[in-house]
């Protein structure tokens, strides 16, 4: 599955952004897609997670602030980010697999930029 995030960028903070990830091509397997971020020298955290059958599991650093979602008719996965904080600021990947155990393992995004300013 090809990935392709966009969206980023740079915002004050009490800001909203609204990542997209589309995929080139979904193939029927892919069961569980979800968003990661990194920062320089940190491992890279998983924020938010949704299934084939739309369950949805957030990080609680981000929870009420946070929402994951895809439009199957368009091969997009969306995480709209209210509220961002400084801490929010990281590389943000998108992320596809068979299952959710697989997530990190999976097919990953080239990684959209998003800085939030205190």
């Given at each position: ?32 897609m ?14 938010a ?17 946070f ?52």
């Amino acid at each position: 599955v090809d990935l392709v995030e966009s969206g980023g960028g740079l915002v004050q903070a009490g800001g909203s952004l609204r990542l997209s990830c589309a995929a080139a091509t979904m193939t029927w397997n892919i069961h569980a897609m979800g968003w990661y971020r990194q920062v320089p020298g940190k491992e890279h955290e998983l924020v938010a997670t949704i299934t084939s059958g739309g369950d949805t599991d957030y990080a609680d650093s981000v929870k009420g602030r946070f929402t994951i979602s895809k439009d199957n008719s368009k091969n997009t996965l969306y995480l709209q980010m209210n509220n961002l904080k400084p801490e929010d600021t990281a590389m943000y990947y998108c992320a596809a697999s068979t299952s959710l155990s697989l997530l990190s393992r999976g097919s990953w995004g080239q990684g959209t930029q998003v800085t939030v300013s205190s």
